[in-house]
Nanobody
Framework: QVQLVESGGGLVQAGGSLRLSCTTS????????MGWFRQAPGKEREFVAA????????YYADSIKGRFTISRDNAKNTVFLQMNSLKPEDTAVYHC????????????????????WGQGTQVTVSS
């Protein structure tokens, strides 16, 4: 079955950086848009970023635009989220996600558009 596993989270001071990874097993990520979401305590899950299946387009939430960068390495079956200039409000569990079908419409920013989810990695930003 399809499994997504995130890594790279941790505790960082405000202004610092982290790089999250999401490795997929059970199928290739080639041809699939991939996304990142986050969920802070007491809040709903929110969209963070998505990368087109071709790798040529990206889409970001306004709250992280200019600070985060999503990328993909199809050969490694891995998607990345580079997070710079981190703020305390970025504290959350970060999940990567994948849709069921290839080459869907763009962008995919609703959680309902994704079928497979990782267990998440905790990111904590101290002030």
């Amino acid at each position: 079955q399809v499994q997504l596993v995130e890594s790279g989270g941790g505790l960082v001071q405000a202004g610092g950086s982290l790089r999250l990874s999401c490795t997929t097993s059970g199928r290739t990520i080639s041809g699939y848009t991939m996304g990142w979401f986050r969920q802070a305590p007491g809040k709903e899950r929110e969209f963070v970023a998505a990368i087109h299946w071709s790798g040529t387009s990206t889409y970001y939430a306004d709250s992280i635009k200019g600070r985060f960068t999503i990328s993909r390495d199809n050969a490694k079956n891995t998607v990345f989220l580079q997070m710079n200039s981190l703020k305390p409000e970025d504290t959350a569990v970060y999940h990567c996600a994948a849709p069921e079908t290839r080459r869907q419409s763009w962008p995919l920013r609703g959680s309902y558009e994704y079928n497979y989810w990782g267990q998440g990695t905790q990111v904590t930003v101290s002030s």
